[in-house]
């Protein structure tokens, strides 16, 4: 089956950083549009950013803005979050998915995704 994996996410504290990791197997992402989406504890999912298949980024959460950064590495099949200057209201289950259309901030657009990556801001 068509895998994703995340990795990367982990404890920090306020200000700090983390770059997270969303590898392909069994398929190339090269023809897909790959988003970022995260949740929190009793909270709905939901996107973040993403990248298209040409590179184009769109951002769905203005509070992210100049703090996270999508990028992609098509000969590593994989796609990257950097985050910088975490606040504790970032705290969530972070997942990757993909999608062969043009990005899009909804969960059902996407059919497939891996299994989060914890990510915990607290002093």
């Known amino acids: 089956q068509f895998q994703l994996v995340e990795s990367g996410g982990g404890l920090v504290q306020p200000g700090g950083s983390l770059r997270l990791s969303c590898a392909a197997s069994?398929?190339?992402?090269?023809?897909?549009?790959v988003g970022w989406f995260r949740q929190a504890p009793g909270k709905e999912r939901e996107g973040v950013l993403c990248?298209?298949?040409?590179?184009?980024?769109?951002n769905y959460t203005d509070s992210v803005k100049g703090r996270f950064t999508i990028s992609r590495d098509n000969a590593k099949n994989t796609v990257y979050l950097q985050m910088n200057s975490l606040k504790p209201e970032d705290t969530a289950i972070y997942y990757c998915?993909?999608?062969?259309?043009?990005?899009?901030?909804?969960?059902?657009?996407?059919?497939?995704w891996g299994q989060g990556t914890q990510v915990t801001v607290s002093s």
């Open positions: 998915a993909a999608t062969f259309r043009y990005c899009s901030g909804y969960v059902s657009d996407y059919a497939y």
């Open positions: 990248i298209s298949s040409s590179g184009g980024i769109t």
């Open positions: 069994r398929f190339t992402l090269d023809n897909y549009a």
